[in-house]
């Protein structure tokens, strides 16, 4: 009587797959440093407030432009406002908005370019031009159009910002669409009667989700650079909230008055966070480019 070997036990390929992205991912020690500055920054903004509790409501007229000291670490701005909580503050506007607006736009922009290109023809050709259109307009001057005559809230700067920025994800994974539509699971989908919303929602999107999520982190990241200039031109969330582009703005008429305070802080944490998500993107990128992985 022979006994058989019993077959080697072998991790799925998904998962195999999952974790040479993410040794990848990890060894761009860029993109771990973005991942450090990004989950800082998010603790800085909302858990930092119950360390450092301060009133961001009421003006105190007595305490206007302090210098870093004792009891106000970063000073305090031309209306009494501790300057370390109006950070704090202004890092949960730019943050919820940023966020919220760039994974939006890359969600709405990854099914408009996943359908163009898997309907292809006619279908294909009116919905790109309509890409193409919209993106022939500077995409800050309509924000700020838009901006001028509705009354920006943090719902709103959303929406305005995510309206504009799917068009770049739309043709990207429209050309992920057009090269998948051909595969052989695709045709063999379409021969067993599969609808195009199956196609798109199941093979389209599920094949692209590389595409997606590298381009999220862009578009968070241009977000968070819309709502700073929005806020610098003073087209902002309105006080007594706060974002680091308002703050920005305020502290650029101060400077020459030795307030130095009032802008390299801002200024400061809007580079460090747009640097982040860039470096994860690109520490994205690298994990789900095949070429890349270990064998």
Do not use: C
């Not at 999952?18 to 761009?28: A, H, V, W």
């Not at 771990?32 to 989950?39: K, N, S, T």
């Not at 209306?79 to 109006?86: F, M, S």
């Not at 259109?133 to 924000?143: D, H, K």
């Amino acid at each position: 009587m022979t006994v058989q070997a019993r077959p080697a036990i072998t991790l799925p390929r998904r998962r195999r797959r999952s974790s040479q992205g993410l040794e990848i991912f990890f060894e761009n020690r860029l993109a771990v440093l973005g991942l450090a500055l990004v989950l800082a920054l998010i603790a800085f903004s909302f858990i930092g407030p119950f360390f450092h509790p301060t009133d961001q409501v009421h003006t105190d007229l007595r305490n206007t432009y302090l210098p870093p000291g004792p009891g106000h670490p970063l000073g305090t701005d031309g209306v009494g406002y501790d300057q370390l909580g109006r950070l704090m503050l202004g890092g949960q506007t730019s943050l919820v908005v940023g966020l919220a607006a760039g994974l939006l736009a890359t969600t709405f922009g990854a099914i408009w370019g996943a359908t163009a290109g898997f309907l292809g023809g006619w279908a294909d050709a009116v919905m790109m031009r309509i890409v193409d259109s919209l993106m022939s307009i500077p995409a800050l001057f309509l924000f700020m159009l838009v901006a001028t005559i509705i009354t920006p809230t943090v719902g709103m700067l959303v929406f305005i910002i995510a309206a504009f920025a799917w068009l770049n994800p739309a043709r990207m994974v429209r050309g992920d669409s057009i090269a998948l539509r051909s595969r052989e699971f695709i045709v063999a989908m379409k021969g067993m009667g599969g609808t195009p919303l199956r196609a798109v929602r199941t093979h389209i999107l599920r094949n692209s989700i590389g595409t997606v999520i590298v381009n999220a982190t862009f578009q968070i990241a241009d977000a968070i650079l819309y709502v700073a200039y929005l806020s610098f031109l003073g087209l902002g969330v309105p006080p007594p909230a706060a974002n680091w582009g308002g703050m920005l703005s305020t502290g650029l008429g101060e400077i020459y008055a030795g307030h130095w305070w009032l802008i390299y802080p801002p200024g400061l944490a809007i580079v460090l966070l747009v640097l982040a998500f860039n470096f994860v993107g690109d520490g994205l990128r690298d994990a789900f480019e095949v070429r890349l992985r270990k064998r």
